[in-house]
C-alpha cells in the first residue's frame, strides 16, 4: 500500500493555458524495502529537477534517478520558490 503526497503549483503552457504542475511524492507504508518514489508530472527542463531538490534533501540520498522525455524537451530557465512545512 502507497501513500499519496500531491505538491502543486500552476503553471501555463506556450498557449497560455493554465496546467498543474505537480509533485508526487509515494510513500510506501506496509514494507520497509520498497523506497520512497518522487515523480514530477507536467515540467519542463530542469524545473523538474528544481522543484523536487527539497524533497530530495528532506528525504536523504537518492538511490536513483530517471529523466523523463519532458527534462530534454525543452529547457527552461526555472525559478521556484518552494517551501516545505510551516
Known sequence: MLDTLD???KGRDLMGKTKSEIIEVLIPVDDPDV?????????????????????????GKVESKKLKPEFRKKKVKAKRNIQLGN
Open 7 to 9: 505538491y502543486v503549483t
Open 35 to 59: 523506497p520512497i518514489s518522487i515523480d514530477a508530472l507536467n515540467f519542463e527542463g530542469d524545473a523538474c529537477s528544481l522543484a523536487t531538490a527539497e524533497f530530495e534533501k528532506a528525504l
